[in-house]
C-alpha cells in the first residue's frame, strides 16, 4: 500500500529511553517525502515546538486532548474533568502531579503507585477518565478522547483516509491511533500489546526503530 501520511510518537519511538531524541531517527525524517503527523502525551506547547523543529506541520498533543493543523488549534477534552479524578486520587493514594501548569486537557503523575487500584478507584467514584502509563508517565485523560479520536480529526481536516496513515509507536497510549492507521510499525522496545497488531516491528528499539520502520517502508514503495 502507498502511504500518503504518517502520525508517529515522540517518547520512546523517535527518542531513547532518557527522552534524548535519536540521531538516527532525526537522520530518518528527511527520507520521508508524506506528511508527518506528530502524535504524543506531552503538553501542547512543547508539541507545537518539537513539531516545527522536527519540519511537521500537524500535530497531537496530550494524548489526544489537543490537535493542531498548520497554526490552527483545536481543544478536544475538558481539563477539569482530569482535575476531579486527580483531587479523588490525591486522598486514596500517594500520587505526585507533574508539569499541571502547561497542561490544557489532561493531567500526568509519576509512575510508581498502584495503576490497577487507581484505576478500579476512579471506576467506582464514576469520573470518566481513564489511567494510562505510557512507560514515561501515568496520564489522566477523559474518556473517549486519545490519539485515535484525534487522528479521525487530524485526517478528516487534511482529507485524507486514516486508512492512508502509517502509525508508528510504543505504548498502550498508541494503540487507539494505530487501529485506525493502515498500517501499523513498532519499535523493538514496544509493549506487548503494540507489538502484536503491528504490520511490522523494528529489529532495534527507540529511534534507532524508528528509522528502521521508515527503511522498510522505503524499500517497499510505501513512501
Same mark, same amino acid.
Given at each position: 500500500?502507498?502511504?500518503?501520511?504518517?502520525?508517529?510518537?515522540?517518547?520512546?519511538?523517535?527518542?531513547? %529511553?532518557? &527522552?534524548?531524541?535519536?540521531? #538516527?531517527?532525526? @537522520?530518518?525524517? +528527511?527520507?520521508?517525502? *508524506?506528511? !508527518?503527523?506528530? $502524535?504524543?502525551?506531552?503538553?501542547?506547547?512543547?508539541?507545537?515546538?518539537?513539531?516545527?523543529?522536527?519540519?511537521?506541520?500537524?500535530?497531537?498533543?496530550?494524548?489526544?486532548?489537543?490537535?493542531?493543523?498548520?497554526?490552527?488549534?483545536?481543544?478536544?477534552? %475538558?481539563? &477539569?474533568?482530569?482535575?476531579? #479524578?486527580?483531587? @479523588?486520587?490525591? +486522598?486514596?493514594?500517594? *500520587?505526585? !502531579?507533574?508539569? $499541571?501548569?502547561?497542561?490544557?486537557?489532561?493531567?500526568?503523575?509519576?509512575?510508581?503507585?498502584?495503576?490497577?487500584?487507581?484505576?478500579?478507584?476512579?471506576?467506582?467514584?464514576?469520573?470518566?477518565?481513564?489511567?494510562?502509563?505510557?512507560?514515561?508517565?501515568?496520564?489522566?485523560?477523559?474518556?473517549?478522547?486519545?490519539?485515535?479520536?484525534?487522528?479521525?480529526?487530524?485526517?478528516?481536516?487534511?482529507?485524507?483516509?486514516?486508512?492512508?496513515?502509517?502509525?508508528?509507536?510504543?505504548?498502550?497510549?498508541?494503540?487507539?491511533?494505530?487501529?485506525?492507521?493502515?498500517?501499523?510499525?513498532?519499535?523493538?522496545?514496544?509493549?506487548?500489546?503494540?507489538?502484536?497488531?503491528?504490520?511490522?516491528?523494528?529489529?532495534?528499539?527507540?529511534?534507532?526503530?524508528?528509522?528502521?520502520?521508515?527503511?522498510?517502508?522505503?524499500?517497499?514503495?510505501?513512501?
Amino acid at each position: 500500500m502507498r502511504i500518503k501520511a504518517i502520525a508517529v510518537d515522540i517518547d520512546g519511538t523517535l527518542t531513547d %529511553d532518557l &527522552r534524548r531524541l535519536s540521531p #538516527a531517527a532525526l @537522520q530518518s525524517l +528527511e527520507r520521508v517525502q *508524506v506528511p !508527518l503527523v506528530i $502524535a504524543t502525551g506531552n503538553t501542547h506547547c512543547f508539541t507545537r515546538a518539537a513539531t516545527i523543529m522536527l519540519g511537521a506541520s500537524h500535530s497531537i498533543a496530550e494524548n489526544g486532548g489537543v490537535i493542531s493543523i498548520d497554526d490552527h488549534m483545536e481543544i478536544i477534552a %475538558d481539563r &477539569r474533568t482530569c482535575d476531579e #479524578a486527580y483531587a @479523588q486520587l490525591a +486522598e486514596a493514594f500517594s *500520587v505526585e !502531579l507533574l508539569d $499541571a501548569r502547561y497542561r490544557l486537557t489532561d493531567l500526568v503523575l509519576r509512575r510508581g503507585f498502584d495503576l490497577k487500584a487507581a484505576s478500579a478507584f476512579i471506576e467506582r467514584m464514576g469520573i470518566p477518565v481513564d489511567l494510562v502509563d505510557t512507560g514515561f508517565a501515568v496520564h489522566i485523560k477523559n474518556k473517549g478522547v486519545s490519539k485515535g479520536t484525534a487522528l479521525l480529526r487530524v485526517a478528516a481536516r487534511m482529507g485524507l483516509d486514516p486508512r492512508a496513515f502509517a502509525a508508528v509507536g510504543d505504548s498502550l497510549s498508541d494503540i487507539p491511533m494505530m487501529e485506525e492507521a493502515g498500517f501499523v510499525a513498532a519499535v523493538a522496545n514496544a509493549v506487548p500489546q503494540v507489538k502484536e497488531i503491528a504490520d511490522y516491528v523494528s529489529p532495534s528499539p527507540y529511534g534507532e526503530g524508528f528509522a528502521e520502520v521508515v527503511e522498510y517502508m522505503a524499500s517497499r514503495g510505501m513512501i
